[in-house]
């Protein structure tokens, strides 16, 4: 698999040849959502708490009498079906939200987003990319050289002081370290702007 290599100022550098397995995979829909939805889930944190009838706060006093008022009969004004009253199945902090996702199934999911964005041509080889101080004017002018401006995941070998610092104020672009990509991030952003060093840490990662 060959990809197109640009150099910092938007011009064709070179040919980089890349490996089948990662960048000339089949697309599996199914695959990649639920690689995508595992991601997601395995993120959240079981910090949501409801009370039950147990443990909601409430009176012990009968709410009227039991018989004679032509209503329901009610014991207290903690049941479920009660306004204020407690859940019946509430969620608890230890709430496990955790998908399980094989390390082959991972890799063959990864491969298929990138294969797809090769396709697609979302996929930009750099041959590198380096700021020389931590300016946000001076990367935007890198990435508008490139054709490259809102919308970006930006992915690196090393992630340098001066990049992450002038990338930080720049909306909907997201810089990141070859090890920290992710399955949502890779589907989220219009284009991916990848440097040579990542594309040989990606196929040393997942090929």
Do not use: C
């Amino acid at each position: 698999m060959e990809l197109n290599v640009i150099n910092q100022q938007g011009q064709d550098a070179a040919k980089l040849q890349a490996s089948d397995i990662l960048f000339g995979r089949e697309y599996n829909e199914a695959l990649v959502h639920q690689v995508v939805v595992a991601f997601q889930a395995n993120a959240r944190a079981g910090n949501r708490a409801q009370k039950d009838r147990g443990t909601v706060s409430h009176t012990t006093a009968k709410p009227f009498r039991q018989k004679g008022t032509g209503r329901a009969r009610a014991g207290m004004s903690s049941s479920p079906l009660w306004r204020g009253g407690g859940r019946i199945f509430p969620n608890s902090p230890d709430e496990n939200f955790a998908h399980k996702v094989n390390k082959k199934m991972f890799r063959a999911g990864m491969a298929a987003i990138l294969s797809e964005l090769a396709r697609q041509g979302r996929l930009v080889v750099v041959d590198e990319l380096s700021v020389d101080a931590p300016k946000t004017k001076l990367f935007a002018e890198k990435l508008k050289a490139m054709g490259l401006q809102d919308g970006l995941l930006v992915i690196t070998d090393q992630l340098s002081e001066n990049l992450y610092l002038s990338s930080r104020n720049l909306p909907d672009v997201l810089v990141l370290e070859a090890h920290e990509t992710d399955p949502y991030s890779l589907v989220r952003f219009p284009k991916v702007l990848v440097t040579k060093d990542a594309v040989a840490k990606f196929e040393e990662m997942w090929a």
